[in-house]
């Protein structure tokens, strides 16, 4: 998977530096595009609104990330009304989206990125809001395992088009403590 790096410097609205290692420990739901945001942009911002409101009591470990892609500043009734809540940062060299994997360009996706900077899918401008929900409800439960000292051996395929999670083992340092023997 792409891994995009910690120490990259993006600008929030007010022109502070920000790294992106400070949304480590979160998962993201990410979307580039103008300040401007078009009819598109925002289809897309409601898609990242939806699937992380669908996620119910779990809502809390997922961020959504608008990639400011120019030095336009967004309306304040999208900040702050429609989608508040919502990171805005601008990426002026061009550092995270330049490395998001893209059918076409990266302006016309979603990408989930996991607490560890991996990106791990990417939808289409215009996704199954459902779809996405069960998704990312599939990565949230998998995951959870791992921050509570069990670590799923997970198996992940695509079945029609959608995101099917297995667990179909659990290795936990407490319960099955690894010899050196073997």
Request: proline share 5%.
């Amino acid at each position: 998977p792409v891994t995009l790096a910690p120490a990259t410097a993006l600008t929030r609205l007010d022109g502070q530096s920000v790294e992106l290692k400070t949304l480590r420990g979160k998962w993201l739901l990410v979307q580039a595009s103008s300040g401007a945001c078009d009819a598109a942009c925002e289809k897309r911002l409601y898609a990242m609104r939806q699937a992380r409101l669908l996620q119910g009591r779990e809502q809390d470990r997922v961020e959504r990330l608008w990639l400011l892609t120019d030095g336009i500043a967004p309306r304040d009734e999208l900040l702050k009304q429609k989608f508040e809540g919502m990171l805005a940062l601008r990426d002026p060299a061009g550092a995270v989206l330049n490395r998001l994997p893209a059918k076409t360009v990266a302006r016309d996706h979603i990408y989930v990125i996991d607490p560890l900077g991996n990106v791990m899918m990417r939808y289409d401008a215009d996704p199954d809001l459902k779809r996405m929900g069960k998704d990312l409800g599939k990565l949230l439960r998998a995951s959870r395992f791992i921050e509570d000292g069990y670590l799923p051996i997970v198996h992940t395929a695509w079945m029609r088009g959608a995101l099917r999670v297995e667990q179909t083992a659990f290795a936990s340092p407490i319960l099955s403590p690894i010899s050196a023997d073997v």
